[in-house]
């Protein structure tokens, strides 16, 4: 579902606004994605199941897998996907969970990777073991 008619205007553009049942409501005050300037800014998302609100998985696999659920849902709402993302950043719980993390990563990003940040980081909203942010190209 994409928020049509939610649109703000801006210094010099509109942006659009994504809302989509298909990720998880936002859990503060901050929307899941905005479409701008033909670029659409993914939040960060962790491991939240959209239908429930619990988190998913134990371990850093698991929620790696829900989250590019997530990110895919909320990017195919707005007209999108993940062959259009230019650049992830993801937060680590814990840096040696790279590995792990990684290996799921990979699979959803087969040919022409887009760039990344990788940083570990002392905690993560509803103590997820990663997040993960896009930006993709419209």
């Given amino acids: 579902m994409f928020c049509g008619g939610a649109f703000e205007r801006g210094e010099n553009a509109m942006r659009d ?7 998880p409501k936002p859990i503060g ?3 899941q ?7 659409l800014y993914v939040s960060g998302q962790v491991a939240l199941d959209p239908k429930t ?4 998985g134990t371990d850093v696999r698991e929620q790696t897998e829900r989250v590019f659920e997530n990110i895919k849902g909320i990017l ?3 007209g999108s996907n993940l062959h259009h993302v ?17 290996e799921v990563y990979a699979k959803h990003f087969t040919q022409a990777p887009p760039a ?6 002392s905690r993560l909203p509803k103590d997820a073991l990663v997040e993960i942010e896009v930006i993709a190209a419209q």
């Fill in 76 to 78: 195919e709402a707005a």
């Fill in 29 to 31: 005050p901050y929307s």
């Fill in 33 to 39: 994605a905005i479409r701008t300037n033909g670029f």
């Fill in 53 to 56: 609100g619990e988190m998913k």
């Fill in 116 to 121: 990344r940040s990788t940083v570990q980081v």
């Fill in 86 to 102: 230019v650049k992830t950043t993801v937060f680590l719980k814990d840096m040696n969970d790279f590995a792990a993390m990684n």
């Fill in 17 to 23: 606004v994504i809302l989509t049942e298909r990720g």
